[in-house]
């Protein structure tokens, strides 16, 4: 859960996901990140034993398919996209911050 909410926040990018072999970690990671973007179970399958290859673990899969992705949109619910100033940057705002400036201080 932590790690899609790393990889889910645009200030992080660009990330490369990977883990001491690159296939078992990173392939539950990425698989789980594909059910957020609302990928089709059998194309988040095809992609994990594309790279995880003979290495392919059906516990993985298994991992991937009941991954309750709910629980993290909730989280993710809290956030907003928002475009600040001229330079159009896009940072994330997470509920209860405010984009106004502080108030300026004045001498009397």
Same mark, same amino acid.
């Given at each position: =859960?932590?790690?899609? %909410?790393?990889?889910?926040?645009?200030? !992080?990018?660009?990330? @490369?996901?990977? #883990?001491?072999?690159? %296939?078992?970690?990173? *392939? #539950?990671?990425? *698989? #789980?990140?594909?059910? =957020?973007? !609302?990928?089709?179970? $059998?194309?988040?399958?095809?992609?994990?034993?594309?790279?995880?290859?003979?290495k392919s673990?059906?516990? +993985? @899969? /298994?991992?991937?398919? =009941?991954? +309750?992705?709910?629980n993290l949109?909730?989280? @993710?619910? $809290?956030?907003?996209?928002?475009?600040?100033?001229?330079? %159009?940057?896009?940072?994330? =705002?997470?509920? *209860?911050? /405010?984009?106004?400036?502080?108030?300026? @201080?004045? $001498?009397?």
């Amino acid at each position: =859960m932590e790690a899609l %909410k790393i990889l889910l926040d645009v200030r !992080n990018h660009p990330v @490369l996901i990977h #883990c001491k072999r690159g %296939k078992h970690r990173t *392939g #539950c990671v990425v *698989g #789980c990140f594909r059910k =957020m973007q !609302n990928w089709c179970l $059998s194309s988040v399958f095809e992609e994990y034993q594309h790279y995880a290859g003979a290495k392919s673990r059906t516990a +993985d @899969l /298994t991992f991937i398919e =009941m991954f +309750d992705i709910i629980n993290l949109r909730q989280c @993710l619910y $809290s956030i907003i996209y928002q475009y600040q100033g001229a330079s %159009k940057k896009r940072r994330l =705002m997470y509920q *209860g911050e /405010t984009t106004q400036k502080p108030p300026r @201080l004045t $001498s009397f």
